[in-house]
């Protein structure tokens, strides 16, 4: 809940204030999330996922990257400052978020293994489901936290609540308080946890094959449906469109969160009752669906439906790919492939959008297209990729089944 409500708190509202205050490109803001999140993966993957692995350590992962990426948080605040160029300072932010993110991998990294520790095979999808369902409570409070501190309630200029620091400060004292809690879980690691599965492999033996091409379609997956993450404030905000104030964009991106908190506690319910393999597939495409209707309909009342439907689709797209992940991934290499399997994940929170929607957006207003085109063109573009990440689930899951037949004596 901490974590969630500090997400919604900085990460909904700095986008706006990178491009509307500090001057920042469409595609330059999407670095703010991009490059942090490349460093991210690749921490994940060669240094916290292998000690993790090597030292059985999950917890203490957590722990100090919460510390530790809160002093840099703080500590980012005072140098974003220091530039004289608003552009300038823009790369700053950019700069020290990725610096920031080798010590928020550690975490990041840390939950996904005790998680899996801790739980059986067969409650990972309905634990999942609850954590962002409580995640979405501290969502929905961060974001309306965020809307009233960055404007100061409409008595400042926008992006006041970056410029004095506020916003940093409360993300740091978050981090900071989000340890104790921590502190009251068992460690992990293989030797010390309570799922009976943790010291063995889970279902048949590891197929590469088989994984990879299901990191394949998550890949397209997430980066279809999370490339208008970083662009879809921005377009919100338009002077020229639906022009909503911080306050008014708040209950939007709350909506979503409304969407999340009631479908995680359905989560273990659904997924007894479609299993993973199908409840992943029609997740993604009501992902998809949300984001056609953010393209073709330019009203606040779609725009409502739209952002339910994202909130919906969140959770069971990332309930159900953790347990199929877990399924798919033994224990002994639990550390190194979630790192793989995180990656899909958070590459698409900025990578998607510098690849996908940054590009498609600059480039149909550099042709003369009008912003709010263009911005929808892109969202567009986004639900036709999630849809391509369907089609290799469902190729996959066919070619499981089909191999599960020949099996059978």
């Not at 059985?56 to 530790?68: D, P």
């Not at 029609?282 to 606040?300: D, E, K, M, Q, T």
Request: charge should be positive.
């Amino acid at each position: 809940m901490l974590a969630m409500f500090r997400r919604g708190l900085f990460y909904s509202y700095l986008t706006i204030y990178l491009r509307h205050f500090l001057g920042l490109s469409v595609t330059t803001t999407t670095l703010f999330v991009t490059l942090p999140m490349i460093v991210n993966v690749v921490s994940q993957r060669y240094l916290w996922g292998v000690i993790s692995d090597k030292y059985q350590k999950r917890r203490s992962l957590i722990v100090w990257g919460e510390i530790l990426a809160g002093l840099g948080t703080l500590l980012l605040w005072a140098c974003h400052l220091i530039p004289s160029e608003k552009a300038n300072a823009g790369w700053v932010i950019i700069i020290g978020l990725s610096l920031i993110e080798v010590f928020w991998s550690m975490s990041n990294i840390g939950w996904s293994a005790l998680i899996s520790d801790i739980y059986e095979q067969g409650n990972r999808t309905k634990i999942m489901g609850k954590l962002e369902s409580l995640g979405g409570v501290g969502r929905v409070m961060g974001v309306l936290a965020g809307g009233l501190l960055y404007d100061r309630m409409g008595t400042a200029f926008p992006g006041w609540g970056f410029y004095q620091g506020i916003l940093f400060w409360i993300s740091g004292a978050v981090m900071f308080a989000s340890v104790i809690p921590m502190l009251m879980v068992p460690e992990g690691g293989m030797g010390k946890p309570l799922a009976k599965d943790s010291q063995e492999t889970v279902g048949d033996p590891f197929v590469p094959r088989t994984f990879f091409i299901f990191i394949t379609a998550m890949t397209l997956i997430h980066f279809g449906r999370n490339a208008v993450a970083v662009t879809m404030p921005q377009y919100l905000s338009l002077a020229t469109g639906l022009n909503l104030s911080a306050l008014t964009l708040s209950h939007v991106v709350n909506i979503r969160s409304l969407g999340i908190i009631i479908t995680g506690l359905l989560a273990g319910r659904l997924c007894q009752r479609f299993g993973e393999r199908r409840l992943l597939a029609l997740s993604s495409v009501a992902a998809a669906l949300a984001l056609f209707i953010l393209g073709i309909f330019p009203s606040l009342y779609w725009v409502c439906i739209s952002s339910f439907l994202m909130g919906f689709s969140d959770v069971l797209i990332i309930a159900a790919s953790y347990g199929l992940a877990a399924f798919y991934i033994p224990a002994p290499k639990r550390g190194t492939l979630f790192a793989v399997f995180n990656a899909t994940f958070f590459l698409s929170w900025g990578m998607a959008g510098t690849l996908i929607s940054g590009p498609i957006t600059d480039g149909l207003i550099y042709l003369g297209r009008l912003e709010t085109d263009a911005y929808r063109t892109s969202f567009n573009v986004s639900a036709l990729i999630t849809l391509v990440g369907v089609a290799v689930l469902l190729a996959l899951f066919y070619d499981e089944r089909r191999l599960t037949r020949m099996k059978r004596p």
